[in-house]
C-alpha cells in the first residue's frame, strides 16, 4: 500500500486504524448485511454509533453534563453566522478578537446580523504574526459574548492559554480540538469543522451551554436554533451519518492513546520542527513569534518564491504532500495534526537539511 505523508491542513490525515475500520465495516456493517451509510438514521443501528460518538466526545473532552454536545451541516463557516443568530440580541453587541482570516470571516458575518466590535487584532498588514498579549484585548464586560479562534490555521499562531473574560466565552476550535487538553467549562460555546483531529469534512460539532441554549434567540428559522438540534440529540433531520460514522472511528482511535498522550505527541512533533527551523534560521525563516506558534499548523518561508515551489515539488517527490502553504499566505504550511506521527515530522527535517544543502 502506497500511502503518502501528508501534511494536509485539512480535510487532512486520518488515523489509518479509523480508515482501516470503515473498511472492513463498509459493506456489512456489525452482521445487518448493508453498509452504515445505507442504514436509517432512525434505526437501532446508525443510533448507536451517533450516540457512541457524543459518549467518547464527552469523555476525551471532559464535557460537563451542563454542555449539549451537536453534531451539525455548513461547516465552521455555518456556525459564524449561527452564533449571532442564536446569541445576539438587538440592543447588544459581541467582541471578536482577530488573530487571521477565520475569524475576520467570523466577524464580518457577525456583523452582517448585529453589533459586533473588534476587542483586538494582530494584523499588522495582513501577517497575523502573533496572539494578542491579555493586556491589549479591549473588551466589553456586557457583550452578548467574545469571540476567539483558538488556532490560526492559515497564520500558525495558536493562543496557549485562553484569557480570563467575563462575557460568555465562544471559540472558534477548528484546527485545534482534540489536540490538547482543554477546560471546556470555560466556555460558553465551542465550534469545529470536523476535517482536522475529528473526522472527515461534512460534520460541525459545537458544544454549547445548555443555559445558552435556553436563552437563545427565538425568533430566528427552526433551522438555525441551537435548540432545535439539542432537543433532538441533533437527529432533527438527517444528519450526515457516514462522517458521523467515520468520526465515531477516529474517536475510538483517539480514546485509546488518551487525551495527555496526544498532547505529548504533538508537542514532541511541533518541538522537532519549530528546533530545526531555529537551528537552520539562516535559511528558513518562521514568522510566528516564539510565544504564539501553533503546534498544529507550522508555517515558514524559503529565501525566494522560487525555492518555495521546487521545496513543494521536491518534498512530493519524497512522498510528502500537502506543505504549500494557503493561496492567501503562501510560503510552506506543515499540518501537524493528530494522524501525523512523529516519524513523518523527522523524515520532513531530514529532507528540510537536505533541500537547504542543495
Ligand atoms: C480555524 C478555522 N475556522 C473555520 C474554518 C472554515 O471551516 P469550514 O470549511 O468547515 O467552514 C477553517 C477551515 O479550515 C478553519 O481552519
Known amino acids: 500500500m502506497a500511502r503518502v505523508l501528508n501534511f494536509n491542513a485539512g480535510p487532512a490525515s486520518l488515523p489509518i486504524a479509523a480508515l482501516e475500520r470503515a473498511q472492513r465495516e463498509l459493506l456489512d456493517f456489525e452482521g445487518t448485511g448493508m453498509s452504515i451509510i445505507e442504514h436509517s438514521h ?5 443510533e448507536a454509533v451517533h450516540n457512541e460518538a457524543i459518549g467518547l466526545l464527552r469523555s476525551l473532552l471532559g464535557i460537563p453534563e451542563s454542555y449539549e454536545v451537536l453534531f451539525l451541516q455548513g461547516g465552521a463557516s455555518h456556525q459564524f453566522a449561527m452564533i449571532p443568530l442564536n446569541l445576539l440580541p438587538p440592543g447588544q453587541s459581541a467582541d471578536y478578537v482577530i488573530t487571521g482570516g477565520w475569524s ?28 494578542p498579549k491579555p493586556e491589549e484585548l479591549a473588551l466589553d464586560d456586557k457583550a452578548a459574548y467574545v469571540h476567539l479562534t483558538s488556532n490560526n490555521t492559515l497564520f500558525g499562531t495558536q493562543w496557549q ?6 462575557a460568555p466565552l ?23 469543522g470536523a476535517q482536522k483531529n475529528i473526522g472527515p469534512s461534512g460534520v460541525t460539532l459545537v458544544i454549547v451551554k445548555k443555559d445558552a441554549v435556553a436563552a437563545a434567540r427565538k425568533d430566528i428559522p427552526v433551522i438555525f436554533r441551537y435548540e432545535t438540534f439539542a432537543k433532538n440529540n441533533s437527529l432533527y433531520n438527517t444528519p450526515p451519518t457516514f462522517a458521523i460514522y467515520l468520526v465515531r472511528n477516529v474517536l475510538a482511535h483517539l480514546a485509546e492513546i488518551g487525551i495527555d498522550a496526544i498532547e505529548r505527541q504533538n508537542e514532541a512533533k511541533a518541538s522537532a520542527l519549530y528546533g530545526a527551523l531555529d537551528e537552520m534560521s539562516d535559511y528558513y ?74
Open 42 to 46: 432512525r434505526g437501532k443501528a446508525y
Open 104 to 131: 475576520e470571516k467570523a466577524y464580518e458575518e457577525a456583523g452582517r446580523i448585529g453589533t459586533v466590535r473588534v476587542a483586538a487584532t494582530t494584523e499588522e498588514e495582513k501577517r497575523y504574526r502573533r496572539i
Open 161 to 166: 492559554a485562553f484569557p480570563e473574560v467575563k
Open 170 to 192: 465562544v471559540c472558534d476550535m477548528s484546527s485545534d480540538i482534540l489536540g490538547r487538553r482543554i477546560d471546556v467549562s470555560k466556555f460558553t460555546l465551542i465550534y469545529a
Open 285 to 358: 525563516k518562521a514568522p510566528v513569534e516564539k510565544a504564539s506558534r501553533s503546534r498544529m499548523n507550522v508555517v515558514f518561508r524559503l529565501p525566494s518564491e522560487e525555492l518555495e515551489k521546487k521545496f513543494v515539488a521536491d518534498a512530493a517527490k519524497a512522498n510528502m504532500v500537502g506543505l504549500a502553504g494557503h493561496r492567501s499566505t503562501g510560503g510552506i504550511r506543515a499540518s501537524l495534526y493528530n494522524a501525523v506521527p512523529l516519524t513523518w515530522v523527522e523524515q520532513l527535517v531530514d529532507f528540510m537539511r537536505a533541500f537547504r544543502k542543495g
